[in-house]
């Protein structure tokens, strides 16, 4: 049997150490957000049925054609790592008829997606997202709601980030504007890249975000979709950036922000950092009115967003926190049992960390410096006889002995 190490695989990380501070330090904070929000917690299943991207994501898309985890399990199923959160949410959604019940819902989610992409900074083949999706409301007002809690979360974290907006279109406008789209470009297909070329069949929008200079050069002329929008599409676009203009909130209009994905129509945005390198979209979201009745349900507006955490955490520092962290800790065996006494008692509103080896004075200090304590507290010999503690607060340097019933 081979004994070399085995590894986790390319493109998927541990979360450890100084990251899993900054993981759980983001994911608490940001759900604190989302709740004041009046979002509520959901989880779906990490594995679905293939099915499931290939309709809500799009065949044509990259996901669904080149970076899907897809196997068929033992029972014969095709089924496949999700690779975005939306999906799953509105099949739910619909499964458990909150599409027939009507009203509003808003509910947040995390955890981890799978795309096989080649791995590089800040592009990992698992990644974390933290998303956001709202049932039931066709008003621009839930749009620029949802564009402010992303806002408002990351300058909880003190992000700064650029947003770029964009119009989609719907049913009513997209086609005819597709159409000249195609017209145009075909005129110098050839000079266009071989993924430009596919798409112009497949998706012929996605042209638009194409990476590649040349395509980009050649596409400073092409027909911009906010010229082409219909009435209903025109005003709440126009309404949405008012709204984000009389609350301060600085924005981009991106002509050629599309998405990867094909379920967007109207609004589409996304908040990108020139601090990460070159995969710089740190969150992205849109309106997806129709992607309900494409699961099977009954005609219910959408829209979301799903922040990149591992991206974000490269930008997150902690806050300053002033909360106190207790050190307990005791010079003999027999002192022991009170620590466990003491430390349910305080748990339920302060971190409390126990030494359960027992210890001179000064290396119980140095080990509290060391966890960042900011309360050492200590059972010795006469404590114990005494039903005492010994406390010392380090930020005040203040000392005391008082009874265990009043610490
Ligand atoms: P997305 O733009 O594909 O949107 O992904 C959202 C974020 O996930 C990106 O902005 C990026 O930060 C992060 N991300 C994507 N791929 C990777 C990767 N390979 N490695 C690291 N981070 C990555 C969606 O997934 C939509 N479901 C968002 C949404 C929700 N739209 C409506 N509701």
């Not at 054609?65 to 496949?80: A, L, P, R, S």
């Not at 909880?156 to 017209?183: A, E, H, T």
């Not at 466990?340 to 080896?357: D, H, M």
Request: net charge negative; charged share 25%; proline share 3%.
């Amino acid at each position: 049997m081979s004994k070399q190490n085995i590894q986790s695989l390319r493109g998927m990380n541990d979360i450890l150490g100084d990251n899993s501070e900054l993981f759980t330090y983001f994911i608490d904070n940001a759900s604190r957000i989302a709740k004041n929000y009046g979002f509520s917690y959901l989880e779906t299943p990490i594995l679905e049925e293939t099915a499931l991207f290939k309709r809500s994501v799009g065949e044509s898309s990259d996901i669904v054609n080149k970076e899907m985890y897809q196997f068929i399990d033992k029972g014969e199923n095709d089924v496949c790592l999700r690779p975005e959160g939306t999906a799953g949410v509105v099949r739910s959604f619909v499964q458990n008829k909150f599409d027939r019940a009507g009203g509003t819902y808003r509910w947040f989610y995390y955890g981890p997606m799978f795309r096989y992409e080649r791995p590089q900074k800040g592009r990992l083949r698992e990644f974390h997202q933290f998303g956001a999706e709202v049932f039931g409301v066709s008003s621009v007002y839930e749009d620029a709601n949802i564009i402010m809690m992303l806002k408002d979360i990351l300058d909880f974290f003190k992000i700064g980030f650029n947003l770029q907006l964009n119009s989609l279109g719907c049913p009513d406008c997209m086609p005819m504007y597709r159409d000249n789209l195609v017209k145009h470009l075909t005129s110098f297909k050839d000079e266009l890249c071989e993924d430009c070329n596919r798409r112009i069949e497949t998706n012929p929008i996605r042209v638009l975000d194409c990476k590649n200079e040349n395509c980009q050069k050649l596409l400073y002329n092409a027909p911009k979709i906010t010229n082409n929008l219909c009435e209903r599409c025109d005003t709440d676009f126009e309404k949405l950036k008012k709204i984000l203009d009389f609350n301060g909130i600085e924005y981009e209009i991106d002509t050629n922000l599309v998405r990867g994905l094909d379920y967007y129509s109207q609004t589409a945005f996304e908040f990108t950092s020139s601090e990460i390198g070159a995969q710089s979209a740190i969150a992205g979201g849109g309106r997806y009115d129709r992607l309900v009745e494409f699961l099977g349900g009954r005609p219910t507006p959408g829209i979301g967003f799903a922040i990149g955490i591992e991206r974000l955490l490269e930008l997150v520092k902690i806050n300053e926190s002033n909360e106190d962290i207790i050190y307990l800790g005791a010079m003999s065996d027999e002192a022991l049992n009170t620590l466990t006494k003491v430390a349910s008692s305080k748990r339920g509103t302060t971190k409390t960390l126990i030494e359960y080896t027992p210890r001179g004075f000064g290396k119980h200090f140095k080990l509290a410096e060391k966890q960042g304590a900011t309360i050492v507290a200590l059972v010795g010999e006469n404590e114990l006889k005494d039903g005492t503690i010994y406390t010392k607060n380090l930020k005040t340097s203040v000392e005391s002995t008082i009874k265990l019933e009043d610490f």
